[in-house]
């Protein structure tokens, strides 16, 4: 086919939504399972892929040029994995990817997937966009985020961002294996069953759900607890989360004797929302969505307050630290205009990892992503000159990078941890 010809675009319908099943990527497994589950009160059966194994990154090296940035490659190698495996009636299927819409390339993901799908002959499977940018506008009439579906689903990520935060605390100690573990597949059942059917849940009932989240995981069985090293993992949003992107990183620094500590997504949304009001504070953009987006931000802040209440006052774990003291303490290192990417969270996130007591930091950069290399990657000398404790190791992820070696690297790191 001619690069200058448009892809074919084929639309996911309201008929579709009645027996189709939507597969969605790995990335947060605790999260997507929330959200999976709370979509399904809307008519939509959907599902998260948990393949892994390098015939996922072949598969991508066979429909996706090799200069594509690494999650691109995965995401796709997943999607056509999956079509291929025989699992599934491809004729009642559709793919759901995200957009960011900004300048980063994961924007270009869906053309790169529809452009796949096509080459493997799977170009009549609808491939839906999921952005707040307005991209793809009604190009899917089958698929709609109403209002109501939108807070539940944030009310899901908030959840799944706090058993995620409690859970990395407490799996390094634990006394019996797949204990933590355990607790996770309990709660998202329990929550997943709390959210089932016409109701809507109030934000009473998930500030309760906290409460519970604390209390299962204080009958987990616990020795020397926050006794171990701590090493955080920063990095390219896919990279950072996905199993399947890093290798199994927490894995490995577990076995390693350590004890991974990851923000969660709702940080990477806050940084999202607060670049609409930075486009209008330095580029006097669109006045009235810098007015929406100032809405959205204190209103998904003040949840991230109660969430920290909540941890405080039940006394045995770490809370995150307040998004918006994040954000200002990234000015020292970097300019908020730096928002392509990960743009300034990258930094944000680093020093407030050492700000916190963990000055051990893995920054996992896929291939080919420029605004990581220079946010990230480019950023660590002046963090380490303005925190001469940090010890920061920045890891490549691509198909032909060595695991060993990655390993190895982080290894001579964790020989320098504090």
Request: one cysteine or more; a positive charge.
């Amino acid at each position: 086919m001619p690069e200058n010809r448009k892809l074919p675009h084929v639309p996911f319908t309201e008929e579709m939504k009645k027996d189709y099943t939507i597969l969605i990527p790995n990335m947060l497994p605790v999260q997507f399972k929330l959200v999976t589950a709370i979509m399904a009160n809307y008519g939509y059966h959907m599902e998260v892929l948990e393949t892994e194994g390098p015939n996922i990154a072949e598969c991508g090296l066979k429909n996706v040029h090799n200069d594509t940035c690494y999650p691109a490659l995965l995401v796709i190698g997943q999607f056509i994995d999956a079509l291929e495996s025989g699992k599934y009636d491809t004729h009642k299927v559709a793919l759901m990817i995200t957009q960011t819409g900004g300048g980063c390339r994961a924007s270009n993901y869906i053309h790169l997937l529809r452009k796949a799908l096509i080459k493997s002959g799977f170009g009549y499977i609808p491939v839906i966009s999921v952005n707040f940018s307005g991209l793809e506008k009604d190009a899917n009439p089958g698929f709609k985020l109403t209002p109501k579906a939108l807070i539940q689903v944030a009310y899901g990520v908030l959840l799944g961002d706090f058993i995620m935060q409690i859970h990395n605390q407490c799996r390094p100690y634990e006394v019996h294996k797949g204990d933590c573990d355990k607790a996770v597949d309990d709660l998202v059942r329990k929550i997943s069953q709390d959210f089932a059917g016409d109701k809507f849940i109030r934000y009473k009932q998930v500030k309760m759900l906290y409460f519970l989240i604390c209390k299962r995981f204080a009958q987990v069985e616990l020795k020397d607890f926050g006794s171990k090293k701590k090493v955080g993992i920063v990095g390219e949003i896919y990279v950072k989360f996905s199993p399947l992107g890093n290798n199994n990183l927490e894995k490995f620094l577990l076995s390693e004797g350590t004890e991974p500590v990851l923000p969660g997504l709702l940080d990477f949304c806050l940084y999202c929302i607060y670049n609409g009001i930075i486009d209008f504070n330095l580029y006097g953009r669109n006045a009235g969505n810098a007015a929406v987006m100032q809405a959205v931000y204190r209103f998904l802040l003040d949840k991230q307050k109660d969430m920290i209440r909540v941890i405080r006052r039940d006394g045995h774990f770490r809370p995150p630290m307040e998004f918006d003291r994040v954000r200002k303490l990234s000015q020292k290192i970097i300019s908020p205009g730096v928002k392509m990417g990960e743009g300034w969270l990258l930094p944000a996130e680093m020093v407030e990892l050492i700000e916190e007591g963990v000055p051990n930091i893995v920054l996992t950069q896929p291939f080919g992503c420029l605004p990581n290399h220079i946010a990230g990657k480019g950023m660590i000398r002046k963090i380490r000159a303005a925190y001469p404790q940090a010890n920061i190791v920045s890891v490549d992820y691509d198909p032909g990078a060595s695991r060993i070696n990655q390993e190895n690297r982080i290894k001579l790191m964790l020989s320098a941890a504090k």
